[in-house]
């Protein structure tokens, strides 16, 4: 019998690779396309407030572009990436301590294509990736489509906890798995909005030295802080045995879709003929985009303009759960980025929630999605970037309502979970 795929019958069932087995769009999908009504409030997506940019300064940009560069602008470009694009990249880095050369920055499509990069030239099938604890569903999807065997590290409000890696390391090694790498995003995480400290840092780096294994340090929020300077990249303190992937997205546009990864030299070769086997080269165009930009524009008072709009709409969230949220509730308090991640009491499930909740006009991503070993099912995270204050503080009561719900039904009939489908629940790119 052909199996099914939502009401269509796959004929092709018995013909995929393996590694497509691990590529499984999930049931919240449905839901989130009611969730995006504008009846609902969605607390749900993470997609940056894009209003926000100079709209009108940006279209002169790019028809200038066309006009005056086309020829190079519309033509195919080189696997690495725009030369002058990579040193502007640089300059970026700057910001959070590395000091690096354009030699060794390779342009992706977004920083999920340099985390497809990474992970096709490290993982044969059953190779170890740790990462956090929850972890960004978009790398955890990339894993599992290579077959990898994710083991969760446990964090806390201040990141990995040390003790926690140090102690999975030596399990694993003893037992023989072989680790690839740490993928981790210490800054303003996606999802739980921690980062982790100064002193962890350094002991992330010294652990992961010693165990002689690698470190992926996703930094999509780092530039997006709401107090003080910019944290020092783990990068910054170690170039050999950190790959720094960095992202236009959050602080210009992702519908320009640059990204990049900052690369000991060795893997950088091979990420750059594994980006040619993919795309041969990332779109010129797009690339000269962003790179005009960044030398025509004050992109460092737009990212200030971007902080101050996440921090009131951070206050309007952290104000509203502390107003309205059942005792038992607990929350992080991101100091950047775009995510809060909620605990629920004991005995709700965010997943079975969910549906009432979108009844009642307001969305979130249940905690599930971040973990691949089952856990998550108390939390669930809330993301403040896109929708206004007064829209959040709405979201919020009505969320609160729904859970007062729950409580009462636990209550009264016991817990409640929702079915689990097994494998990675990855909702689709605006909920990433
Ligand atoms: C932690 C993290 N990494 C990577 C990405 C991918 O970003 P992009 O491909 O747009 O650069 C995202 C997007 O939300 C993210 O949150």
């Known amino acids: 019998m052909p199996a099914t795929q939502g009401s269509r ?184 909005g921690v980062t982790l400290s100064v002193a ?60 990049w990864a900052l690369a000991p030299h060795a893997i950088r070769e091979k990420l750059v003929l594994a980006m040619e086997s993919a795309v041969l080269s990332h779109s010129s165009f797009t690339q000269l985009a962003v790179g005009q930009y960044l030398a025509t524009q004050p992109w460092r008072e737009q990212i200030k303009t971007f902080r101050e709009l996440y921090r009131e709409r951070r206050d309007a969230l952290l104000d509203a759960l502390e107003a309205v949220m059942p005792a038992g509730c607990t929350w992080t308090r991101p100091r950047g980025g775009f995510f809060v991640w909620m605990t629920l009491p004991e005995g709700l499930d965010s997943k079975a929630i969910l549906p009432r909740a979108v009844s009642e006009r307001v969305a979130f991503v249940p905690g599930t999605g971040f973990f691949t070993d089952g856990g998550g099912a108390r939390h669930m995270r809330l993301s403040y970037c896109y929708p206004e204050p007064d829209r959040i503080r709405e979201g919020v009561r009505r969320l609160a309502r729904v859970i007062e719900q729950e409580m009462r039904l636990r209550d009264t009939f016991g817990t409640s979970s929702a079915p689990d489908h097994g494998g990675v629940d990855t909702p689709g790119p605006d909920l990433a």
């Open 9 to 192: 019958i796959d004929a092709y069932v018995d013909r995929y690779a393996a590694r497509a087995t691990g590529m499984v769009a999930s049931e919240i999908r449905a839901l989130f396309s009611v969730a995006s009504r504008p009846e609902v409030v969605s607390l749900a997506g993470g997609m940056p407030y894009v209003t926000a940019l100079p709209l009108d300064v940006v279209g002169e940009l790019v028809s200038d572009l066309v006009a005056k560069r086309g020829p190079v602008a519309l033509q195919y470009g080189s696997g690495q990436g725009d030369p002058h694009l990579r040193e502007q990249i640089c300059e970026v880095m700057r910001l959070e301590g590395i000091e690096s050369g354009p030699d060794d920055v390779v342009v992706t499509v977004g920083s999920q294509q340099a985390l497809d990069l990474i992970t096709r030239i490290f993982i044969d099938p059953g190779d170890v990736v740790l990462a956090e604890g929850p972890s960004y569903v978009g790398a955890l999807g990339t894993f599992s489509a290579y077959q990898a065997k994710v083991v969760h590290i446990a964090m806390d409000d201040e990141g990995i906890i040390p003790e926690s890696l140090a102690q999975t390391i030596y399990a694993l090694q003893t037992a023989g798995s072989r680790i690839k790498f740490l993928y981790t995003v210490p800054t303003f995480q996606n999802p739980a």
């Open 200 to 259: 962890r840092r350094r002991q992330v780096l010294e652990i992961c030295q010693r165990a002689g294994i690698l470190i992926i340090e996703d930094n999509p929020y780092g530039l997006l802080g709401f107090d003080g300077d910019p944290m020092r990249a783990l990068r910054a303190d170690n170039a050999d045995g950190v790959v720094y992937l960095g992202s236009f997205s959050k602080t210009l546009a992702p519908g320009f879709r640059v990204g």
